[in-house]
């Protein structure tokens, strides 16, 4: 089995940056694609982007431009960078593996005005 942990959430300012990563532990030779969530308090969970570890992400339309999603396959690891951040973006950010249920626990990221 894979277990997915994220980690680098946090507050910050309106304006400005967080990296959020996503590790694969566990049977991570069986991650393919994984994929970047959120979810706003009264809002459904939105899909970001997803990708390989090893190859080009795609986004949602929502997000083009202000998040970039790196992966780096000798860490097994997934990254997020969020630039520009205002209050709407505050949510518990999500990793999962897709074509499966496994979703990692979450991470809150808190942007004040």
């Known amino acids: 089995q894979v277990q997915l942990v994220e980690s680098g959430g946090g507050l910050v300012q309106s304006g400005g940056s967080l990296r959020l990563s996503c590790t694969a532990s566990?049977?991570?030779?069986?991650?393919?694609?994984l994929a970047w969530y959120r979810q706003a308090p009264g809002k459904e969970r939105e899909g970001l982007g997803a990708?390989?570890?090893?190859?080009?992400?795609t986004y949602a339309d929502s997000v083009k431009g202000r998040l970039t999603i790196s992966g780096d396959v000798a860490k097994n690891t997934m990254g997020l960078q969020m630039n520009n951040l205002t209050p709407d973006d505050t949510a518990v950010y999500y990793c999962?593996?897709?074509?499966?249920?496994?979703w990692g626990q979450g991470t809150q990221v808190t942007v004040s005005s």
């Open positions: 566990g049977q991570a030779t069986m991650v393919n694609v």
């Open positions: 999962k593996m897709a074509g499966t249920n496994c």
């Open positions: 990708s390989r570890l090893d190859d080009d992400p």
